[in-house]
């Protein structure tokens, strides 16, 4: 009386619907490695997360259990240590909890602001964590990682970008004329394959500028 549909195992019993974590046989067990060169914070939430779903996922305490053994496994196979591995499954169980409450009416906690900053190492996150905690800011710290080798090395296309009015030139397409809104704007010969920049357009309708 079960059915796998997508990463749920749903059965009935007791005339009452029951489901639970479900993990395909072909699932290659792939995570983000305990080893690799990721800030603490970042391998532990995708610990926390797996714990997560398979809490979440479940409708009974069997199934609950059964799938925090699979996470568990899981993990184990990414090189997460037995204690990292307990430290997940406990704050996975208390986040479950505090989200319960907080449908039953108690309040999110809300940030004022965020403070984005780039990840160096794990002991200077902790060291500003621990200091921003101190001094009693309604702030939330988020540490991000700078660009990895693949984003540095590894590119799909030789020389600048080009214009899409070039490329069908050069390429000597035919059909429909390829589109520019940036240059039909005015903007100066290249200026429309820049990135990260903003663009003033006036409307040739009511004049007005955006």
Request: aromatic letters at 6%; glycine letters at 6%; charged letters at 30%.
């Amino acid at each position: 009386n079960s059915i796998n549909y997508l990463d749920l195992t749903i059965s009935i019993r007791d005339e009452t619907l029951h489901w639970e974590l479900f993990v395909k046989p072909i699932h290659s067990g792939v995570h983000l490695s305990f080893l690799s060169s990721h800030p603490l914070s970042c391998k532990r939430a995708v610990a926390t997360s797996q714990f997560r779903r398979a809490i979440g996922y479940a409708t009974t305490e069997d199934g609950k259990k059964r799938g925090e053994a699979k996470m568990r496994e899981l993990l184990k196979l990414n090189d997460y240590p037995p204690e990292e591995i307990e430290r997940a499954r406990k704050k996975a169980q208390k986040m479950g909890e505090r989200k319960k409450k907080m449908i039953a009416g108690k309040r999110k906690e809300e940030w004022k602001s965020v403070l984005k900053l780039p990840f160096i190492n794990d002991v200077l996150s902790r060291d500003v964590s621990r200091i921003v905690r101190q001094s009693g800011l309604n702030v939330r710290v988020v540490f991000r990682s700078g660009p990895s080798l693949k984003d540095m090395l590894v590119r799909s296309r030789f020389g600048e970008k080009l214009c899409p009015r070039e490329v069908q030139r050069e390429r000597k397409t035919k059909g429909r004329p390829m589109v520019c809104r940036a240059c039909d704007a005015g903007l100066r010969h290249g200026d429309c394959t820049s990135q990260g920049v903003v663009y003033t357009m006036c409307c040739t309708v009511c004049g007005e500028r955006y």
